[in-house]
């Protein structure tokens, strides 16, 4: 009888984890549609169409190539911010031993810089940093290039 109760336990517990799971997961699909569906609605109401986005840790990272447009939503810091990409100067991927960030600069020295981080050593899982330093690589040679084209053209 003792055989029974333990197995019918086990098997309780067995299928609770199965429906945690299962939940986690449709939670989790559910918050990055919303982190997509939130970003889509912030960058209609500036008039932007985003060409590129990533979403990442709680962020949003997007571009309209059109308008040369960044579009920055950090729902953990609660910021929102559509950077013109005519106003910054440079861009620097600036790896520490505990993050790695993306720094823009802009051009007029009175205004604080963007800081953008992708990771954190101390809230970021290990697995996760290497495809989160790739993302931080892939923007800051993105934001590289768009800042170069932009001075070659006032140049010729």
Not at 5 to 24: E, T, W
Not at 67 to 78: C, S, V
Not at 90 to 96: A, F, H, P, R, V
Not at 108 to 132: A, C, G, H, V
């Amino acid at each position: 009888m003792s055989d029974h109760i333990i197995f019918s336990l086990i098997l309780i517990a067995v299928a609770f984890v199965i429906l945690l799971v299962k939940n986690y997961r449709k939670w989790n699909t559910n918050r990055g549609e919303r982190l997509d569906t939130f970003s889509t609605q912030i960058a209609s109401s500036n008039r932007m169409k985003l060409s590129i986005t990533d979403h990442f840790q709680k962020k949003t990272l997007g571009f309209d190539e059109l308008k040369n447009k960044m579009l920055y939503i950090d729902l953990g810091n609660n910021i929102v911010q559509v950077v013109d990409m005519n106003d910054v100067g440079d861009c620097k991927l600036i790896k520490k031993q505990v993050s790695i960030q993306l720094e823009l600069n802009y051009q007029d020295q009175e205004k604080d810089p963007l800081t953008i981080t992708f990771y954190n050593k101390f809230r970021d899982y290990k697995w996760m940093r290497s495809k989160l330093e790739k993302k931080a690589v892939y923007w800051e040679s993105l934001m590289s290039r768009v800042i170069t084209e932009r001075i070659n053209q006032i140049t010729y």
